[in-house]
């Protein structure tokens, strides 16, 4: 893990940048900060944005942690119940500025019609009724490990997360590519296009609320369809890409279906699902750390856990950030909308 924790001095110097953003913003979902937070976060203290600029550039690890900010229980108040409006008059708006102004040093936030009602940050949280559902807001069961949106031609880059609260230090699972011994396995198999990869239950227009806008409807609807029909007609795709000596992955072995493989294909395939799940390591995040995960260089899940529903349970704030926003282009409706329908 690369891993930078913030010292006093860095504290104080965020502090009153914070404050600005948060007197010029009220909403952390104002298409016009997400527009500004790249200019906004050189503002951030150097040390940091050095950090971060490295992380990208030099790929040392598939997880990067920056640590020590400070959570304020009292002022984020009550996990909330569901996502649903929780971006409205939000207490932990300090936070979520924080955590955007970090994600995009690392490239461009984005969010997808399909998912949490087309909000670019959302919340990882226990939903009652959820607990046994293959969601990020599941907790008697775990949640399986994944790339983010392993299904989708534009998934980010980096998944970021950000701990408000987590009492029980219940465990983000992360697998580094950089862990696995590659040489022993048949590489050459999984760059193949020969795995179905269907999308996840995230996506699925049963939690969706409507909008009042017409327009954003229709192409929500259709955004639905499009991931119905691939729920129908899977996709065969290569589970590996890039350098064949140190490659990429995308995978979501729960979401995959491997009827009409190869022998061979399917021999591959289990080798890396083997190895992955032995070289699994486990992070208890911290109110205040924002982990970004490589989501080309890791794969992450999380432990089961046990919900309290009572206020008190585990809290994250999530985002996507993508190097590459002009590469989903033909997704969205306008050059700087963030949303990919
Ligand atoms: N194996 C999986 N991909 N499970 C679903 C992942 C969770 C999903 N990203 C969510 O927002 O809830
Ligand atoms: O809760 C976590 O630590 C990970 C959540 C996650 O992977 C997701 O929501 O997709
Ligand atoms: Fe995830």
Redesign the pocket.
Same mark, same amino acid.
Do not use: Q
């Given at each position: 893990m690369n891993k930078l924790t913030l010292t006093e001095e860095d504290l104080e110097e965020i502090e009153p940048l914070l404050e600005d953003v948060a007197a010029r913003y009220s909403c952390i979902e104002d298409p016009d900060l997400h527009r500004r937070a790249p200019v906004l976060a050189r503002r951030l203290p150097a040390e940091l944005l050095a950090f971060l600029e490295d992380h990208r550039l030099r790929e040392p690890a598939a997880l990067c942690v920056v640590s020590g900010f400070d959570v304020d229980e009292t002022e984020i108040g009550p996990t909330p119940e569901h996502w649903q409006g929780s971006h409205i008059s939000s207490p932990a708006l300090r936070c979520e500025i924080f955590f955007l102004l970090c994600a995009s040093v690392l490239g461009d936030v984005f969010g997808w019609a399909t998912q949490q009602d087309g909000r670019i940050m959302?919340d +990882?949280l226990p939903i009652k009724g959820h607990e046994h559902y293959e969601?990020?807001?599941n907790s008697l069961q775990h949640?399986s490990w994944?790339t983010?949106d392993a299904f989708h031609p534009c998934r980010g880059d980096y +998944?970021a997360?950000m701990?408000l609260k987590n009492p029980d230090a +219940?465990?983000?699972?992360v697998c580094d590519a950089g862990d696995l011994d590659w040489s022993a396995l048949d590489v050459d198999a999984l760059f193949e296009s020969a795995f179905t990869q269907m999308p996840?239950n995230?996506h699925l227009p049963t939690n969706s609320t409507s909008t009042g806008d017409p327009t954003i409807q229709r192409l929500r609807e259709r955004s639905f369809k499009t991931i119905e029909a691939w729920n129908a007609n899977p996709v065969e795709r290569p589970v590996l890409f890039g350098d064949r000596l140190d490659p990429y992955m995308v995978l979501d072995p729960y979401h995959m279906k491997t009827d009409g493989w190869s022998e061979r294909s399917l021999a591959a395939f289990t080798g890396l699902c083997d190895q992955i799940e032995s070289r699994m390591k486990g992070v208890a995040?911290e109110p205040g750390d924002c /982990?970004f995960?490589d989501n080309f260089r890791a794969v992450?899940?999380? /432990?089961a856990f046990q919900a309290r529903y009572d206020g008190t349970d585990?809290w994250?704030k999530?985002l996507n950030v993508t190097r590459n926003l002009r590469g989903s282009r033909s997704w969205r409706p306008a050059a700087d909308d963030r949303v990919i329908y």
């Open positions: 959302h +990882v969601l990020g807001s949640l994944h983010e +998944v997360l701990c +219940v465990e983000t699972m996840d995230s995040l /982990a995960i992450h899940g999380r /432990a585990r994250l999530r």
